[in-house]
Structure formats: C-alpha cells, structure tokens
C-alpha cells in the first residue's frame, strides 16, 4: 500500500532527525552496538564461558537484566492503564508512548534472553510445531508464550494508532471494533508478563530467596517504581525538546504512582526480611549472605545497603512536594536514583547472591568479565536506539509533525 | 503495516552483520581467548593399586580390548588408584564352593568370581613351592606348639608377634596361619583355607560382616548388577590388612585432588572457617 | 536431508517442509557462519570443539525420542561418523534401550565412605567430561564435621546475652551454638584437600543426580530436553537442549551441569563406547549430568562410581528385585533421602552400614 509506504518513511525520515545532542546520543548508543557487535560475536562462538556464570551461580547479567526489562515493559502499562480506565483524556493521547516503550523493553527481554541461553541457535526448538514446547509444565514455556503476546498486542495497538494518526483518521467513533479490546487485553497483560515472570523464579523451591509468595509483589512494585521513573524522565525529554505538550498532571501521576509502589515496596520487603530472620532458619542463608556476608565473602553487602539507602531515600524524598515538583532538577534525580537503584538491584541483590549457598553448601561470588558487560550494554544500547527511534517518530506523529499528505505522494517532511 | 518488519529486520541486518563483519576478526579472537587442550601429563600411570598399596597391585596394558581399543584400567596421575576397569573380570578364577547357608543370607556365588590373592602376597612368591619353601620343615622346623611367642622374623608385617593388632590379644600368628601347612590359612577347629579365600577364615569369628558379605551388602563387588549375573567378589584380605585392623580397619589412603575452584572464586578458605558467624 | 520428527501423523509434512524451510533460510545463514567460523581451527584443536563439524542434518534433527527408528538410526550413523573423525578412534553411539521392569535404585553408605574421591575421577575417566576449562565433575563429595569438635567448655561463656540474673548462661543463644555437627550443608567443605583421608573427626559424603522419581528438573525444562526413561534415570538429549538452565534452577541437589565453553576433551582421554543419552561427547551450550553410567547399566554392567569405590559404600541394582543388592541394603539398613523435603522421592539412598 503506498500510504504505507510513505508512513514509514516519512516516520523513518523524522525519526533520524534532529539537532547535535540527538546525534551525539545516537552516535554514543552506536558505540556500544559497534563493540558489542564483536563481543556478542565472541560469545556466540565460545559460548557462555566468556561470562562469569558457573555451575554455582548459574545465571548471568543477562538474565538479571532481562528480569528489569520484564519490569519495565510490565509498567510501560501504567501509562496507557489512566487514560482508558479514569478518563484522563491528557494521558490517553499520551498512552502509545507508553505502549511503545512496553514494546521495545519486551524486545529487548527477549534478546537478554537469547543472550542467556547456552544454544540460541535451537530457539526453533521451543516453538510448537516445529519443535516441543512443554506446555503445562514448565515455566518458561509460559513466559516465552506471554512475552511474545505481549509484544504483538503491543505491536499492533502501537501501529494501528500511529497508523490512523498519520493518515488523520483516529477519531474515537471510527476506530476498529478490535482496538479497545486489545488495548484492554495489554494493560492487563502487562501485570501477567511480571506475574509470569515472578513464578519462573518463584517455582525453583531451592533458591531461598525467591522461593516465596512475595516475589509477584516485589516485582510488581518494583516494576510500578522503575517504569513510571523511566517514563518520567522520557516525558521531561520529550517536554523540553520537542513540540510535545505534557502537563504537568501527567508527570505527576506518573510520580504519585512511583511513590506508592515504592511504599508498597518496602512494605513487601519488609514481610520478606521478618519472615526469613526472626526464626532465622536455613532458607534466610542467602539474604544473610547479602546483607552481612559470610565468613570473609563481602561482595554484596555495599550493594544490599546502598540499594535499600537508594529506595527509602527515594521514597522520603518523593513526600516532599518540593521535590515532586521539581522538574528540572529533584524530580528527575530521584527517578535516575530509583530506575538504576532497581536495575541494579537485579543483578547485586536477587540473582547473584541467591545462588549462596549451594544445596551443598558452597558460597560462590560472582564477577562479571568484560565481555558480558559489554554484550549487556550491546543490547541496552540497542533497546535505547529502537526507544529513541521510534519515540521520534512517534512524537512527530503525535504532535502532527509527520502527516499523510493526500494531495501528492511526498509528505510535508520532504528532506 | 510496513513498520511491523522495520524494527525486526533491522535487528537481523545487525545480527547478520556482525556475524559476517567479524569473521575476519575470528582468528585473532579465537587463538587469543582459546586455551589449547591439554592433559594433566601425557603419560599414563602403568603401576597402579586397587584398595591397598602392595597388596593390591595392577598393571596398565594398553590395547586391552580388541574392539575399542582401550586398556585395562586406568589408574589416577595423582595417587595410582584404579579408577576405572576396561574388563572387571581380567585375571579372574572362580571363586570357588562357598557353604550354603539359609534364604535371606546366601550368596550368589554361581558366577563369583575373584582375583587370587597368592600373587600378591610378597612372601608367599618368594619361593617356588610359597611358604612352603623355607616353612618345610627342615629349613625352618614346625613350631612344637602353638602358644604365642615372640617371633623375630617378618617384622615388616607383624613387628611384635606377641602384641598383634588384631583382637586385642586374643590372637596371634598361629591362630590363623596352619602351623605344618604355611601355604594356608587355618580355623579354630583345624580346617585349612588357600590364601585366596580368606573369607572362610574370617567369617567364622566376624559372623556379622561375613553375613553381610553374602548379601552384597558389605565389601565391594564389581560386573553385573543383574541377579545372578556374573561379578567380581573382592575378599577380605584385598582390603583389610588382618595384621594391622586394630590399628585401623582400613588403611588410610591419600585422596584424589579436588575439583577446581569456581571462576571468580580465589580460595575456598570460607568454608573451612572457624566461625560461622551468623 | 532434514529429519524431522514428525508430530502430526496425519501427513503434515508438506506444512512442516514449508516451515522447515523458512526456517532453514533465516538459521542456515548463522549455522553456517558458525561453522565456517570454527572450521579454520586446526584438527587437534577440533577434537575439543564438537561443533565444527557438526553438520546441517544434525543441526535439524528433531527430539530423540519422538523420531522414527530409521531417524534414530541416521542420527546415531552421523554422531559416530563425527566423533570417529574428531577423536580418531573408533566410536560407538549405542541406543540400548532400557530394559523392562527394571527401576534402578542406587544405595551409598556413609559410614564406609572415606572421601578418597575416586568415584568422582571414575565418572570423569568414563563420561568423558571436560577436562579443565571447564572442568566438569558429576560427582561431589562434601566432608562434614561429625560434631565431637564442635563443642568446646570455653564456648560455655560466650552466647549472648551475657551470664543474666537466671544464673544460666543467656537465654537467647548458648556459646556452643553455629557449630554444625553431623548431616548438613551448612559447614560443608567441598573443595578438602586432605593429605589423607578420612579425617578422624569429619565423615565424607558424596552427592550426585539423585534420578528422582518427580523430577523438578524434568517438570521445568521448556522444550523437554530432560526427561525420565522408564527405568527411572532422568536423561537428556544433549542435541535437543537450547541451554536455558532452568533446570540448573530447579535441582535442589546441584546435581545438573552446564557447558560453559567447549568441553575440552583430549582424544587419548576418551571412552570411545557411548551411549546417546549418556557418555557420548557434549557440545557447548548443553547441560549434562549424571545418568548412573546408562552406556553400562542398560548393558547390565555397574556404574563407573561403583567399581571404583575401595571400600565398597556403593550399592547399585534393581529396586524391583528383591534379591539386589540395593533392595537388600534398603531392607537392612536404616536409609534415607537426601533433603527429601523437596518432595522428590529420589532413588539415591545413603545409609550407615
């Protein structure tokens, strides 16, 4: 269709263009493609022994990673979710950048998860049909299934509505009978991402840590801290760079729903820490091994503190309207602060130190080699260039910059 | 719907790009990062023991099956164990008629098979006709009696006759080892036993292990696990030492090495810490 | 050329062809990277890099166990072809099955056991495992204290709070507390380096898959690389596994192992008669783990741990048999499982004899 056609270059057109800092962040994301290129290459043909995963601790950066995109794309909802269910007709314009972002970060999961895998190359063996998925059973075969939905109802809801924009037609009355459902079933398939998510963990009885009912809810909460931060920060970008109008009630809400789950949170983790070391019994051997170390292996102890300093540093300061308002300068340090705060929470708190001890009683520390690093920030960077690619141009047709021209093939945004 | 494949495809472009982009950097990443396969020493241990050192002696043959080609056993670079049998019946007899005693403690002796045990006992091959070479009467004249004294010779195995380590006195020498016929082993009430099946004579005082002996319970067998299938019964003597069990039952041996660390991990010392401290 | 199992009888193979080509054009293009990436490396350095040679038919082979016999058999043909040539010796990829009415049962006893760790080198001379980088060892012994040591009179002082108006040493925590003593994982020193064993104040005990009979490692597998064959041992198609590791998470043993890297394998350490789901050669990417020596015990022969053992702690046999040797020890001896509140009812016993 040539409409088509000239939606996705003008979309495309608009989307690479911009002034010197677009470019310079675009030519820093491309770095680390470049480098990573060669160290996924690396990893690919050597396997995962260029990471520092052992049999004792057995998951890597990748899968702590892909756990926080779950995070994030799970909360990406959060945006869409007000404006269909309370009306606010300011974040229902705004809701497919809120789609868009669950998009990217659920594609950006599953690549962390092909990073993971010791065989990518037999994916195909998971798909049914072609190979065995064991259905009822196994945990990750839910999750496979519920990532992949999610990205096509998110795929589709995000071009249907950049689509009828584009082309002018996106009134209410004259929308597809399908789309309120879809749109629907994502934002109740955001939460079922995480919940999924939570249970691929939760179901391994001998990891102490995660083994327990707290774990949907710490995720949830988490993902209600860290997407709305991300979010927030993308919406100051957007209102000081582009033509893009955000009120301020948007931004708002978006924090109002950062501190709450961030109160949640504490509330969860409290539960977590009371029933693991009143009684102190062998299932609280890791938490202890992350909060106070353990004969002489400290790693994860500066990490525990500063994250939980980080989260209830946060949380206070989000009850200060002073901060709450600050858009320029408070407002988005604390969501900086709570996004890497739970990122790196991840990795330094629920993976690595859950592993001590071993069923049969070792402690293992673990070091990330180089080679993982950058292949985790390969594909971070590969998340943040289709983000940011795809939010121009999403913007552009939001705020009317990239239109259909009817008259002649070329659009207005002719380069 | 054009924009539903951008995304993807340009995620294929990059993928299919550094694939082929740094296949020319291929060799200079692989032979930097690759480490060539080596073995611990390229020499195999051909001298190896299986449960006591001297006494239990194998020797490595290479090309011992004719099919696959590999060797007997292999032994342990470490500390000359046998580690592994290429045929658990090589150098095998059968082990001979064993007394039949009721249901739940008879032994599947049908195709019981052992190792002798006269090859590898250092006196015993020092002669040509065993003991019996110097313990014939004339060269060294039958004890007149069998009541304990001190005995001055093969002071390597047993340094104080009169003080065995085995029974706490009740036993010495001649109680198991037949006074006028020293190429065999010998019960309280006179019946006379080959070196290669001692289990006769220490059964019949260790009633309770010999039992669980029979069963399979006890002592180590190797071949089949089949019912009735054929296996190698190790007897008493290849793992106790009868002159030295008060000492200790079975004789200490040095471990093999441990598994490498972790990656990441320097030294396992946090486990042999002395406080837990939780 | 592509074997594929075929999972709708009903002749779906036309659909399936279709599928399989698409997804011969998207994979090929990478299968054949990777192995022109890996096929400058020089024929030494092939012996430990399985997949160099691994072909495109191999690449495409469907689950094992749903495959036709005739599937079965070119899989097998083209596994010992490859490992003929890489190891230069001549190989044989067995596919006995596993024989009727038979659950094998495995019975280790603790009391004998001295922690020499020659079971552990055993299984590594015939599973042929890795060699270093990464080692791989099925098999771990844990040395733990018996508890004789464990308590001291100066510790009497030392619980906390201090000596109260009760006239007894602290309520909450007595001094002689955080010491383990006897079964538990907690002190449990796996990396000994004894100069002789065993310490008289420690007792040794090793620990491998526990071929449980509810297999955690089974139930979270995605693509049911694992599984359990009717005998009871819990095996993997070590051509099917996409090395996930989820079932690394679910094992509440640390029985399971992964291949980081390439399993280097030195050609004059291989046991060239393997078995399919058991000692053939592993590629990278793949878990593996103990199968109770499946290329031997379906041959009716004893695990390689089992002949090794110099005290003979190690019982094998049929736990449907009454008359084998495990059967005997369960009726004899007071057994029990290792952390059988996992609930997995495994076949791995340890008693003290």
Redesign the interface.
């Known amino acids: 269709?040539k409409t088509?056609?000239s939606?996705?270059r003008d979309?495309?057109s608009f989307a690479i263009k911009g002034g010197r800092m677009y470019y310079a962040w675009l030519l820093f994301l491309a770095f680390f493609?470049l480098v990573g290129?060669?160290t996924?290459?690396?990893q690919?043909?050597?396997?995962?022994?260029?990471?520092?995963?052992?049999?004792?601790?057995?998951?890597e950066a990748f899968f702590a990673n892909f756990v926080f995109t779950a995070h994030v794309a799970a909360a990406a909802v959060l945006v869409v979710a007000p404006g269909y269910f309370y009306h606010r007709k300011d974040l229902k314009e705004l809701a497919v950048m809120g789609e868009v972002i669950a998009m990217v970060f659920v594609?950006t999961g599953i690549?962390f998860?092909l990073f993971?895998?010791?065989?990518?190359?037999?994916?195909?063996?998971?798909i049914p049909?072609?190979?065995?998925?064991?259905f009822p059973?196994?945990?990750?075969?839910y999750d496979?299934i519920v990532l992949n939905v999610y990205l096509l109802l998110n795929?589709i809801g995000v071009?249907y509505i950049?689509?009828k924009k584009y082309v002018g037609t996106f009134h209410e009355k004259q929308l597809a009978l399908w789309f309120r459902p879809i749109v629907f079933l994502a934002i109740a398939w955001g939460p079922l991402i995480h919940i999924v998510t939570a249970f691929?963990l939760a179901?391994?009885?001998?990891?102490g840590m995660w083994a327990t009912a707290v774990l949907p809810f710490a995720f949830l909460t988490m993902a209600g801290a860290s997407g709305p931060s991300l979010v927030v920060l993308i919406f100051l970008l957007a209102r000081k760079y582009t033509k893009l109008e955000i009120g301020d009630p948007v931004i708002d809400l978006m924090t109002t729903i950062i501190a709450w789950s961030l109160g949640i949170l504490m509330l969860v983790f409290s539960a977590e820490f009371f029933t693991l070391l009143y009684p102190?019994t062998?299932h609280a051997?890791s938490l202890?091994y992350n909060m106070?170390g353990?004969?002489?292996?400290n790693m994860y102890v500066p990490w525990f503190w500063g994250v939980m300093v980080a989260l209830v540093g946060s949380f206070i300061a989000l009850l200060f309207r002073k901060v709450r308002h600050s858009y320029d300068r408070f407002l988005p340090l604390v969501c900086f602060v709570v996004f890497f705060a739970i990122l790196l929470e991840k990795p330094m708190m629920l993976i690595f130190p859950a592993f001590s001890?071993?069923?049969?009683?070792?402690?293992?520390?673990?070091?990330v080699t180089l080679i993982e690093l950058f292949n985790v920030l390969f594909v971070w960077a590969?998340c943040f260039l289709?983000l940011t690619l795809?939010l121009k141009g999403t913007i552009g047709i939001l705020t009317g910059e990239v239109r259909h021209d009817k008259s002649s093939t070329a659009s207005q945004n002719d380069a | 719907?054009?924009?539903?494949h951008?995304?993807s495809k340009?995620?294929a472009l990059?993928l299919c790009?550094?694939?082929m982009?740094?296949l020319s950097?291929?060799e200079l990443?692989?032979s930097a990062?690759?480490k060539p396969a080596e073995t611990q020493s390229t020499q195999p241990v051909t001298d190896c023991f299986e449960s006591r050192i001297g006494y239990s002696a194998v020797t490595r043959v290479e090309n011992a099956d004719p099919k696959y080609g590999y060797p007997n056993v292999k032994c342990s670079q470490t500390t000359g164990a046998v580690l592994w049998f290429g045929d658990p019946f090589a150098g095998t007899i059968r082990m001979g008629e064993m007394p039949e005693i009721t249901d739940d403690t008879r032994g599947d002796f049908t195709n019981a098979v052992v190792k002798p045990r006269e090859p590898q006992l250092m006196y015993y091959n020092m002669g040509p006709n065993g003991c019996q070479s110097c313990h014939d009467g004339k060269t060294v004249p039958y004890p007149k009696s069998t009541k304990p004294r001190l005995i001055t010779m093969h002071q390597d195995i047993v340094e104080n006759s009169l003080q065995l380590m085995h029974g706490h006195g009740a036993l010495w020498c001649l109680n198991c080892h037949s006074a006028k016929n020293r190429n065999h082993l010998v019960d309280r009430q006179g019946n006379e036993f080959s070196f290669n099946q001692p289990q006769k004579l220490c059964g019949s005082c260790h009633g309770e292990n010999y039992i669980d002996w029979r069963k399979g319970v006890h002592g180590k067998r190797i071949g089949s696990w089949v019912t009735g299938g054929k296996r190698r019964w190790w007897v008493c003597t290849e793992c106790h030492n009868p002159h030295t069990v008060q000492a200790t039952r079975f004789n200490r041996l040095k471990p093999e090495p441990p598994p490498h660390l972790?990656?990441?991990?320097k030294n396992a010392?946090?486990?042999r810490?002395k406080?837990?401290?939780? | 050329m592509s074997e594929e199992k075929n999972?709708d009888l009903n002749g779906a193979d036309e659909v399936?062809q279709g599928?399989?080509d698409f997804?011969k054009h998207v994979?090929t293009s990478?299968?054949a990277a990777?192995v022109v990436?890996?096929s400058p490396a020089e024929a030494v350095e092939a012996a430990s890099n399985p997949d160099a040679d691994a072909t495109v038919a191999e690449?495409f082979q469907?689950?094992f166990l749903?495959m036709s016999d005739e599937e079965k058999q070119k899989a097998i043909a083209r596994l010992e072809k490859r490992y003929t040539a890489q190891y230069s010796k001549k190989t044989t990829v067995s596919n006995t099955e596993a024989p009727d009415g038979v659950l094998f049962g495995y019975a280790l006893d603790i009391g004998k056991c001295i922690g020499c760790r020659r079971c552990v080198h055993a299984c590594v001379k015939e599973n042929n495992q890795s060699r270093n980088?990464?080692e791989v060892q099925w098999i771990?012994v844990?040395k733990m204290p018996k508890g004789n040591i464990s308590f001291t009179p100066e510790n009497l002082d030392k619980g906390y709070p201090e000596k109260s108006e009760f006239g007894d040493y602290g309520v909450q925590v007595g001094g002689n507390a955080y010491k383990t003593a006897g079964l538990?994982?907690?002190?449990?020193q796996?990396y000994y380096t004894d100069d002789t064993v065993p310490d008289k104040d420690f007792f040794y005990m090793p620990?491998q898959c526990q071929q449980c009979e509810k297999p955690?490692c089974v139930?979270?597998?995605?693509?049911?690389?694992t599984f359990r064959d009717h005998a009871g041992v819990v095996l993997i198609d070590y051509n099917?596994?996409?090395?996930?590791?989820?079932c690394?998470?679910?094992?509440?043993?640390?029985a399971?192992?992964?291949?980081?890297?390439?399993p280097q394998l030195p050609a004059e350490e291989m046991n060239p008669k393997t078995h399919y789901f058991g000692n053939r050669p592993r590629m990278?990417?793949?878990?593996e783990k103990c199968t109770f020596c499946v290329q031997r015990t379906r041959e009716g022969r004893n695990p390689a741990c089992l002949e090794a053992c110099p005290v003979g702690a190690r019982k094998f046999g049929n736990l449907l048999d009454p008359d084998s040797d495990v059967r005997r020890v369960l009726a004899t001896k007071r057994v029990f499982r290792f952390?059988e509140e996992?609930g997995t009812y495994p076949k791995f016993f340890y008693y003290i004899g």
């Open positions: 269709m088509a056609l939606f996705a979309f495309s493609i290129s060669y996924a290459y690396l690919f043909t050597q396997g995962l022994i260029v990471t520092g995963a052992t049999d004792q601790v057995t998951m594609a690549t998860v993971h895998m010791g065989r990518p190359d037999r994916t195909w063996h998971i049909g072609l190979g065995y998925m064991n059973n196994s945990m990750l075969a496979t795929l071009s950049l689509f691929v179901s391994n009885a001998r990891v102190s062998e051997d202890k106070f353990h004969n002489g292996l001890p071993t069923p049969l009683g070792e402690y293992a520390e673990y070091h590969l289709f795809i | 719907m054009a924009n539903l951008i995304p340009i995620v990059a790009g550094f694939l982009g740094a950097t291929h990443a692989y990062e690759k972790p990656r990441g991990m010392d946090y486990e810490a406080e837990s401290g939780h | 999972m399936v599928r399989r997804l994979c990478s299968a990777l990436a890996t690449y469907g689950h749903l980088d990464p771990q844990m538990s994982t907690e002190d449990a796996n620990v955690p139930k979270a597998c995605p693509v049911r690389a099917w596994c996409i090395g996930c590791r989820m690394q998470l679910a094992c509440p043993y640390h399971r192992r992964f291949n980081w890297g390439e990278r990417g793949v878990m952390k996992y």
